[in-house]
């Protein structure tokens, strides 16, 4: 008890001490403060006592004499030049002037300078500063501290008129001296001032230091402790939605998979099959997710920039949202611009991820016989770039402020609830917005709870020019143009795993290519030194028993034949982030393709090196 009281009398008497304190600093701070201003008010009135005082050191008569370049050649500006410099010596002053008015501007007539920047009738006019007008006028005035005059920072002037006989004012005499000693003074003042502040503030606060730096600590600890929990449940949840979410499609692929191998109709084995394939599709979609948001939190997404056609990117986002879209009778609208370049120069890849992210969730949360609307227009079209808005509108369940605050969250949905209703990873709308901002857009939602949601994002390309170019591959089917293409052609793919080389195999047999096979990186490379003219692509595998991808490739490469330094390697690996594509490309590799594995992209590798 008799501690709590001590403790309570020091801390009374220290803030008493601390207050008196900062009254008497406030109060010298005053006082201070107080002496510039004294000093310049002084400085003031000896200003316009010079200014007055050269005024009356020359009549009119003699200004008016100098009325053109021509006159100051006569003994009069002489006269003047040597009475101004006699003046400026005397007075202490570095300048000094007389101007008149000539058609509204200014017009120097003489000054005491004897630089090169000396200023006389010869000088071009400038314009008149509001203190001048005021001699013009009759009356005195000195400009105030730091408002200079254009191009002579440093300088306080003061100006009075010069009268003729009949009271009328021929011109003005200026006076300049240097104001450096003034805000000198100042400054260190003010630095004094804010010195003992400083210092007065420092000891009040290392009095109460020790308790707010506890309390400080104690709220961290405590909302440390809260924002791990409330991160931790959310990636819990996270875990255990993407465990139903993979669980859901692979149960889909192993029941289907049973019905087909027990079905006798062709069209029931296809049901399945079709099924089979859509199931897949879904859990890869999933697994990009993943991927895609584990590139997003190490700072790794980058966009890959290749020719594309917008139109082309539209219709693939409406083709494979079609079949749900009329499932629950969508009235569906799709609605381009005329005036977006037909190539573009971009990510269409993310581009396309980014609207089937947004067209996928509008079906999901509209209901049977509800409106869906996507349209796209071009914002800005200027310098070969071209800014893109694309807007999808729904007829949904909408969305409150709380749920658009969290939307474009990272392990979110709107509602906790969502994703058991609808499904999805709650990890699409926070991969668009990084894509949509590596762009050099933005993306956001207008929404109100049972109106709908219209989901906006913009984004900015380079506009490519010339003819369209060839289209890619969609799918996994071998275009009749490509058929026997590569016939008596053989390439050499290593892989370890069978199912791996069957689905390769049977993807490239309507080209009428050859394949020879490797298990793994050395016997890839032994193949190769037994018979290097043999193949003209090799596909690399790169995680595989005995001896790796990227070690097979860098002995292919120093291998003593000339075709180990021009075989084309092309990695198809699972390995699909960007530091393992320059990996590959280090070690030698020409090219990527990443797993799984479709037709087009094998077809288009050979096309481009066959």
Known sequence: MKNQRRDKFILIVFFLSSALVIFMCLYLSYRMR????YTYEQMEQRLLALAKYAALNVSAEELDAIQSPDDMEKPEFAELRSKLIKFGGENNVMFVYYMRD???????????????DTVNIASDRIEWEPKCLEALRGAASVTDIEQYSPGYDGLLSAWAPVFDRDGNVAAIAGIDISDEGLLNQRGEISVLTELLFVNILIVIIAGGANLVMNKNAERARVNALEQALKASRAKGDFLSNMSHEIRTPMNAILGMTSMASRAEESERKDYCLQRIREASEHMLGIINDILDMSKIE??????????FSFSRVMRKVVTVNSFKLEEKSIDFTEDTDGNIPERLIGDDQRLTQVIMNLLSNAVKFTPIFGKIT????????????CVLRVSCRDSGIGLNAEQKSRLFHAFEQADSSTSRKFGGTGLGLAISKRIVELMGGQIWVESEPGQGAEFIFTARFAAAEGAAEEENFDDDEIRPEDVGRFRGRTILLADDIEINREIAAAFLEPTGISIDFAGNGAEAYNKFSAEPQKYGVIFMDLQMPEMDGYEAARKIRAAAPREGKTVPIIAMTANVFKEDIDKCLEAGMNGHIGKPVSAADVVSKLKEYL
């Open 102 to 116: 000539e058609g509204g501007m200014a017009r120097f007539i003489a000054d005491n300078d004897e630089t090169e």
């Open 34 to 37: 107080q002496l510039p201003k």
């Open 374 to 385: 996507v349209s796209a227009k071009a914002e800005e079209v200027s310098d070969g770039f």
């Open 298 to 307: 190490s700072g790794k997404m980058e966009l890959s920039l290749v020719e």
